[in-house]
């Protein structure tokens, strides 16, 4: 079983930057593909970015390319998503997931094996 707590969120003006972390349990943190996840009130929960469990595999979407960025350091059990340039329309609770098996990049929610409980973003205009 693995455990993921997300941090990071809070509130931002338009522009500003925030970073979220995703620590997890146990150790085979290093084999896990992850995700990161966001849900707005009344919508579906999308694919934000997401990396292979080796890290050399990442992917965006699209309204968030060139702005955000996933990381992760295995030393650490931690996996981190890097936003920039924040908009009204990136608000919403961002969840980190980890999907087992040393995977590659998967965007879909129902590859993930694991969740965490989710952090508040919120960018005001």
């Known amino acids: 079983q693995v455990q993921l707590v997300e941090s990071g969120g809070g509130l931002v003006q338009a522009g500003g930057s925030l970073r979220l972390s995703c620590a997890a349990s146990?150790?085979?943190?290093?084999?896990?593909?992850m995700g990161w996840f966001r849900q707005a009130p009344g919508k579906e929960r999308d694919i934000v970015a997401a990396d292979s469990w080796s890290g050399r595999n990442t992917y965006y979407a699209d309204s968030v390319k060139g702005r955000f960025t996933i990381s992760r350091d295995n030393a650490k059990n931690t996996v981190y998503l890097q936003m920039n340039s924040l908009k009204p329309e990136d608000t919403a609770v961002y969840y980190c997931?980890?999907?087992?098996?040393?995977?590659?990049?998967?965007?879909?929610?129902?590859?993930?094996?694991?969740w965490g409980q989710g952090t508040q973003v919120t960018v005001s205009s």
């Open positions: 146990g150790r085979t943190f290093s084999s896990y593909a």
């Open positions: 997931a980890a999907s087992r098996g040393m995977a590659v990049v998967r965007i879909r929610p129902d590859e993930y094996d694991y």
